[in-house]
């Protein structure tokens, strides 16, 4: 094989002479090397870059295109590619995309994807599937029901209130209002009052008797004895039948002397002859007036 010498035709071209391949122009230009067949690409020209070489009989007109953007392309060197991955939206319109190395192209599948509700990924989209109502406590709190119509996304879950289905808020404790007096847990005979009807201040409502008891959050024992306070005074005896709240007055009074006299709320009226019990004593006369 005969060997050619090529003379560069400009300052920046230079012609390096190879054996002569069947296909070379007669005249090697300064942009082509007459030589063999090689792909430019075996000797990794576009580091982190996809490489092609269009024509292994030319030199030079290998092409290197960006991984994250193949329309970013340079022939014979590195193109000038964006590092950071989250330029392509890998992590999809519902997500947060971080690249941490965004400086550093060769560091590829680093990025994050991140959901609404703090669920992330590396590298990949994140699972956001997340039962918002499965926390401990409940978000809702007592005497509500909790529901979560979408997991992947954070603050739509819904508080329905169990005393009033129709009283909803969405990302919240709803406003229920409950008058706990409406069950009559004081009965009857008791004056009930709920100060705060709201589902969050069950076991305020008070029970009042007649007689001024009154109880927190149960029935207050109304029962009192009238004759604790000797209001027969000395003398009668007081005797109270029904110790109930609403059975105020009705004790009752009775003479010692004479049991058959007796009266109702108030001291009975006993006759007393305290001579009749001969006092003064023989050959005197007594007098009880």
């Known amino acids: 094989a005969s060997l050619r010498l090529g003379t560069p035709n400009s300052n920046d071209a230079k012609i390096v002479a190879r054996d002569r391949h069947p296909d070379c122009d007669p005249q090697p230009k300064?942009?082509?090397?007459?030589?063999?067949?090689?792909?430019?690409?075996?000797?990794?020209?576009?580091?982190?870059?996809?490489?092609?070489?269009?024509?292994?009989?030319?030199?030079?007109?290998?092409?290197?295109?960006c991984a994250s953007d193949p329309m970013i392309s340079q022939v014979g060197g590195p193109a000038g590619c964006t590092a950071d991955e989250c330029d392509t939206n890998p992590c999809g319109t519902d997500q947060t995309c971080t690249d941490p190395t965004s400086t550093d192209i060769s560091k590829k599948d680093d990025f994050v994807c991140k959901c609404s509700n703090g669920q992330e990924a590396t590298g990949k989209p994140a699972d956001?599937?997340?039962?918002?109502?499965?926390?401990?406590?409940?978000?809702?709190?007592?005497?509500?029901?909790?529901?979560?119509?979408?997991?992947?996304?954070?603050?739509?879950?819904?508080?329905t209130c169990e005393s009033d289905t129709s009283i909803k808020k969405t990302g919240a404790p709803a406003s229920c209002?409950?008058?706990?007096?409406?069950?009559?847990?004081?009965?009857?005979?008791?004056?009930?009052?709920?100060?705060?009807?709201?589902?969050?201040?069950?076991?305020?409502?008070?029970?009042?008797?007649t007689?001024?008891?009154?109880?927190?959050?149960?029935?207050?024992t109304c029962?009192?004895?009238?004759?604790?306070?000797?209001?027969?005074?000395?003398?009668?005896?007081?005797?109270?039948?029904?110790?109930?709240?609403?059975?105020?007055?009705?004790?009752?009074?009775?003479?010692?002397s004479d049991m058959s006299i007796k009266k109702v709320d108030g001291p009975a009226t006993c006759d007393k002859d305290e001579c009749s019990s001969d006092p003064c004593g023989m050959g005197q006369t007594c007098n009880d007036p």
């Open 177 to 209: 209002e409950k008058d706990e007096c409406a069950s009559k847990p004081c009965g009857d005979s008791q004056t009930c009052n709920d100060p705060v009807k709201t589902v969050a201040s069950i076991g305020d409502f008070t029970c009042e008797c």
């Open 30 to 65: 300064p942009s082509e090397m007459c030589r063999p067949e090689e792909n430019e690409c075996d000797a990794d020209p576009c580091p982190g870059q996809t490489c092609d070489d269009p024509d292994t009989k030319k030199f030079g007109d290998f092409t290197c295109s």
């Open 128 to 159: 956001c599937s997340f039962d918002e109502c499965s926390a401990m406590p409940s978000p809702c709190g007592d005497g509500q029901t909790c529901s979560d119509p979408d997991t992947a996304k954070s603050g739509d879950f819904e508080c």
């Open 211 to 220: 007689n001024g008891v009154k109880t927190t959050g149960a029935a207050a």
């Open 223 to 256: 029962e009192t004895d009238e004759c604790a306070t000797t209001p027969c005074g000395n003398g009668q005896t007081c005797t109270d039948p029904d110790k109930a709240a609403d059975k105020l007055h009705d004790f009752e009074c009775a003479c010692d």
